[in-house]
């Protein structure tokens, strides 16, 4: 049973940053996607950034050019760099890990069917205005 854990939530002003980190816990794939997703109040859940074992990534058009994904290997850690935060950008964010799913990283992310990842238990950003 693979394992995600978030830390690096929290509360900032409009324009602020914020890293989201993400320990995933030892696992003997080679192959994967790994992404962020968030989830406001009475919205659906919506894909963020991804990464695969090639080191391919994808952003959502909301977020391009402000939030960065990273993964760290050595330490098994996921990233969320996310710059110039806006009020809209305030949600639970969980990351998640597929081990099963191939094609297009910016494919797998923007899907809403997600049945074969593991996700984390997810932490709040709330950016103020």
């Known amino acids: 049973q693979v394992q995600l854990v978030e830390s690096g939530g929290g509360s900032v002003q409009s324009g602020g940053s914020l890293r989201l980190s993400c320990v995933v816990s030892?696992?003997?794939?080679?192959?994967?996607?790994m992404g962020w997703f968030r989830q406001a109040p009475g919205k659906q859940r919506e894909g963020v950034a991804a990464?695969?074992?090639?080191?391919?990534?994808g952003y959502a058009d909301s977020v391009k050019g402000r939030f960065t994904i990273s993964l760290d290997n050595a330490k098994n850690t996921l990233y969320l760099q996310m710059n110039n935060l806006e009020p809209d950008d305030t949600a639970m964010y969980y990351c998640a890990a597929d081990f099963v799913s191939r094609g297009p990283t910016l494919r797998w992310l923007l899907r809403v069917d997600q049945r074969n990842s593991y996700w984390g238990q997810g932490t709040q950003v709330t950016v103020s205005s």
């Open positions: 030892r696992h003997p794939y080679n192959d994967y996607k």
């Open positions: 990464i695969d074992a090639d080191g391919s990534t």
